[in-house]
């Protein structure tokens, strides 16, 4: 009888370290499972504080490269000229020795400055002062845009970045100040295929307008 009592002992005890070690197998699957999400869990933050450092780096840099638009009295002009139709617009100051009697303002032409674009420089606008400050300031300008263009196709930053460009890529593929007959798309266009600007002319198509001649001789100017 002792036998058989301690057999019925010795499976009650092989039963429960059965019974236990699923136990402690399930419970260690799930202490695995639960540092597995843990693990998960922290790769996808610190993937997403790599891309948020990665964005933040990538906007410092848009703002870095924005920053001259608004601070160089040049390029704030250029934007100015194709921003308005009329009015008095301050001249660049490294602009004024070329104006005879030191104006500080231009009173702004539109049909001037459609005339200055014109991609072979003409000698009405060779000889005028205002037309010719026209023409320097817009290209500095657009060297500018061509500088952020190239960043961009780079991949260095991604037109994402750079939102606000995209008010004036929508005034160079069509400027409503343009002089008639109307000709919005033939101010700025012609100038930029015919000066080699491609990196602005992809910026001006990223941002969805098109840069397309609208005519075969749309470059012949006014």
């Given at each position: ?27 260690n699957?799930?202490l ?19 891309q948020?450092a ?49 104006a ?10 459609a ?27 657009f060297?500018?845009f ?17 939102p ?27 100038f ?31």
């Amino acid at each position: 009888m002792w036998i058989e009592i301690i057999k019925t002992l010795f499976a009650a005890l092989a039963a429960t370290a059965t019974v236990y070690g699923a136990y402690l197998a399930l419970r260690n699957w799930r202490l695995g499972e639960e540092n597995r999400k843990i693990a998960l869990e922290n790769t996808r933050i610190a993937n997403t504080n790599a891309q948020n450092a990665e964005r933040w780096k990538q906007a410092e840099l848009a703002s870095s490269y924005l920053a001259p638009l608004f601070t160089d009295d040049e390029l704030i002009f250029a934007l100015r000229c194709i921003d308005w139709g009329t009015g008095r617009i301050p001249i660049p100051e490294r602009h004024r020795p070329m104006f005879k009697d030191q104006a500080i303002t231009i009173d702004h032409k539109p049909e001037l400055l459609a005339r200055a674009m014109v991609p072979r420089l003409q000698d009405d606008v060779r000889t005028s002062e205002q037309a010719m400050l026209y023409r320097l300031a817009l290209d500095a300008l657009f060297t500018r845009f061509e500088w952020i263009g190239y960043r961009v196709s780079s991949g260095l930053i991604h037109i994402e970045d750079v939102p606000d460009l995209g008010y004036w890529m929508e005034l160079l593929a069509t400027w409503r100040y343009a002089p008639p007959p109307p000709r919005e798309a033939s101010v700025f266009l012609p100038f930029l295929r015919a000066t080699g600007y491609q990196q602005t002319l992809r910026l001006i198509e990223a941002f969805g307008f098109n840069t397309a001649p609208v005519a075969p001789d749309d470059q012949a100017g006014p």
